[in-house]
């Protein structure tokens, strides 16, 4: 039997009807129906102020980028669900990577991104299904060390994609849903297997 992972989801947009969260919530569903521990960082209760570097030096990191630090640490891999703003990453998305990416002054902790695998899906009302900007989060998340595995999925005319049940009503899609979600896993795994236990 495969060894169950520990999987952190992350949605680029905290909107009450959002079709991201809607797609990260499917992801992290089929993960633990194969019985992965799934675990979503919700933006909404946990807010982020606007990254400020005279905050930062005055008051260190916020107790939310600390907890969200640790908890992209703690995970054997990060699923990122995220909308394209402008055809680039979300401002929500951007932010959250930049107060992680910052040493903690207090903690002594560094970014936790190095090494660690990354899967992007995406959705959008739009025929492209936020694609373009995956390709920005890829680059902000290369810059960080991490592994973004190269399986992405992106979901177009969001609002029509999802059946009653949430799954995706295009076959197609929802295979390439299907390869992303297995190569993620795959990798995950395999990093696991080679790298010894730190505590
Ligand atoms: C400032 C802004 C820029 C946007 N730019 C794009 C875009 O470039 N491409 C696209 O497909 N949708 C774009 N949209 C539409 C979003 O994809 C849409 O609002 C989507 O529902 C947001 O994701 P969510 O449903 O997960 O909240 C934009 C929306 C906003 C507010």
């Given at each position: 039997?495969n060894?169950?992972?520990?999987?952190?989801?992350?949605?680029?947009?905290?909107?009450?009807?959002?079709?991201?969260?809607r797609l990260?919530?499917?992801?992290?569903?089929?993960?633990?129906?194969?019985?992965?521990t799934v675990e979503?960082?919700?933006?909404?209760?946990?807010?982020?102020?606007?990254?400020?570097?005279?905050?930062?030096?005055?008051?260190?990191?916020?107790?939310?980028?600390?907890?969200?630090?640790?908890?992209?640490?703690a995970?054997?891999?990060?699923?990122?669900?995220?909308?394209?703003?402008?055809?680039?990453?979300?401002?929500?998305?951007?932010n959250a990577?930049?107060?992680t990416?910052?040493?903690?002054?207090?903690?002594?902790?560094?970014s936790?991104?190095?090494?660690?695998?990354v899967?992007?899906?995406?959705?959008?009302?739009?025929?492209?299904?936020?694609?373009?900007?995956?390709?920005?989060?890829?680059q902000v998340?290369?810059?960080?060390d991490?592994?973004?595995?190269?399986e992405?999925?992106s979901?177009?005319?969001?609002?029509?994609?999802?059946?009653?049940?949430?799954?995706?009503?295009?076959?197609?899609?929802?295979?390439?849903?299907?390869?992303?979600?297995?190569r993620?896993?795959?990798?995950?795994?395999?990093?696991?297997?080679?790298?010894?236990?730190?505590?």
């Open positions: 039997m060894t169950p992972l520990h999987i952190l989801g992350l949605s680029g947009s905290a909107r009450t009807e959002s079709h991201n969260l990260l919530r499917l992801v992290m569903g089929r993960l633990a129906d194969q019985g992965h979503q960082f919700d933006f909404r209760a946990n807010p982020l102020p606007m990254y400020d570097g005279d905050d930062e030096a005055g008051t260190g990191l916020p107790e939310n980028a600390r907890l969200l630090k640790a908890k992209v640490k995970a054997d891999g990060v699923i990122i669900a995220s909308p394209e703003y402008n055809a680039a990453i979300s401002p929500l998305l951007k990577i930049d107060w990416s910052r040493f903690d002054e207090q903690t002594k902790e560094g936790p991104w190095g090494g660690k695998v899967a992007l899906v995406s959705a959008s009302p739009g025929p492209m299904g936020g694609l373009r900007g995956l390709y920005v989060v890829r998340l290369h810059n960080l991490a592994m973004v595995i190269p992405q999925t979901v177009g005319l969001a609002f029509e994609a999802f059946d009653e049940q949430g799954g995706l009503k295009d076959e197609r899609t929802s295979g390439f849903l299907d390869a992303t979600l297995s993620f896993l795959e990798v995950a795994r395999a990093l696991r297997a080679a790298t010894p236990a730190s505590v």
